[in-house]
């Protein structure tokens, strides 16, 4: 007996169609109807298990949320140097990206049109303002150049990161790893931010 989609689906297959038709025609351009025949179910199946498309954006965007604020409670992030906590916080912020991809790029794109939306965003700038902390303390230990505003180190940093989103496809056949990518985001933002020894 062969197996429907019906009877294979499970809330989780459920939210990873919802990010997957998020990303692809907008949170504000999906219907439930959208939802529905991309998840080969109907749309009495998806209310039996969520509210609505609202609650599938914010249990997607928690998803993202949570791996990126876990990494400010890992031991790399809380113990020596803050500039060495910088390096593991933007190494493992890519390394989250690249492992949580359509989640992290559906967090990425939320305007604050519906009030999941403006949440996500005030979490977001919770996040940025932890990082930018962690990198005003690496200025004032001397580790990272004073001449750069930590702010905009900051955003350009997570700039760089965030670019990743648009062109890193893991599916690709001859694509860099995700560890290669982690690296050279450290090496190529460090090398600029760090104080020269010479």
Do not use: C
Request: hydrophobic letters at 40%; a neutral charge.
């Amino acid at each position: 007996m062969t197996m429907s989609k019906r009877d294979t689906y499970t809330p989780e297959s459920l939210l990873a169609v919802a990010v997957e038709v998020f990303n692809e025609r907008g949170y504000d351009g999906t219907s439930m109807e959208h939802l529905s025949r991309a998840a080969g179910i109907s749309k009495s199946s998806i209310y039996h298990h969520v509210k609505g498309k609202e609650e599938l954006l914010r249990l997607a965007i928690s998803r993202a949320l949570d791996g990126l604020f876990g990494i400010l409670g890992e031991p790399g992030a809380r113990d020596g140097r803050a500039v060495e906590r910088l390096e593991h916080v933007a190494r493992r912020t890519a390394e989250v990206l690249m492992a949580e991809l359509p989640y992290v790029t559906l967090l990425l794109r939320v305007r604050g049109n519906t009030d999941t939306e403006r949440w996500a965003m005030a979490r977001r700038r919770e996040f940025d303002h932890e990082v930018a902390a962690l990198l005003k303390q690496a200025v004032t230990d001397g580790d990272l150049r004073p001449d750069v505003d930590a702010r905009l180190a900051t955003r350009l940093l997570f700039g760089m990161i965030n670019s990743i989103v648009e062109w890193y496809r893991p599916s690709r056949g001859g694509a860099v790893s995700s560890d290669e990518v982690a690296d050279a985001v450290v090496r190529t933002a460090f090398a600029g931010l760090r104080v020269s020894l010479v």
